[in-house]
Nanobody
Framework: QVQLEESGGGLVQPGGSLRLSCAAS????????IAWFRQAPGKEREGILC????????YYADSVKGRFTISADNDKNTVYLQMNNLKPEDTAVYYC????????????????????WGQGTLVTVSS
């Protein structure tokens, strides 16, 4: 059984930083890659970042490019989303997701209907 679990969300002031974690079990993330989505109140879920392990493709949405970065600890089967210079518009529930199929991450974006999802972690950016 595949499980993804996000953690690290919370309240942060504008300009601050947070690091989200996505811990996986039942699947080795470095073989498949990872995507991060977020859903702000009243808005649709959007894919903001993905990294495909099959071909190394990466995608960053313009809204997070230069501020958000991804890293991984393969020994812990965990991926991290470092978020810097946070803005109020970054307020959302953040989800990590992955898929064992190919082609879900491209330079133009990330496929919305991935196979495995975490439960989400809330990030609130407010003074």
């Amino acid at each position: 059984q595949v499980q993804l679990e996000e953690s690290g969300g919370g309240l942060v002031q504008p300009g601050g930083s947070l690091r989200l974690s996505c811990a996986a079990s039942g699947l080795t993330l470095r073989y498949y890659g990872i995507a991060w989505f977020r859903q702000a109140p009243g808005k649709e879920r959007e894919g903001i970042l993905c990294v495909s392990s099959s071909d190394g493709t990466t995608y960053y949405a313009d809204s997070v490019k230069g501020r958000f970065t991804i890293s991984a600890d393969n020994d812990k089967n965990t991926v991290y989303l470092q978020m810097n210079n946070l803005k109020p518009e970054d307020t959302a529930v953040y989800y990590c997701a992955t898929d064992r199929n190919l082609g879900w991450c491209s330079q133009r974006g990330v496929y919305r209907y991935l196979e495995h999802w975490g439960q989400g972690t809330l990030v609130t950016v407010s003074s």
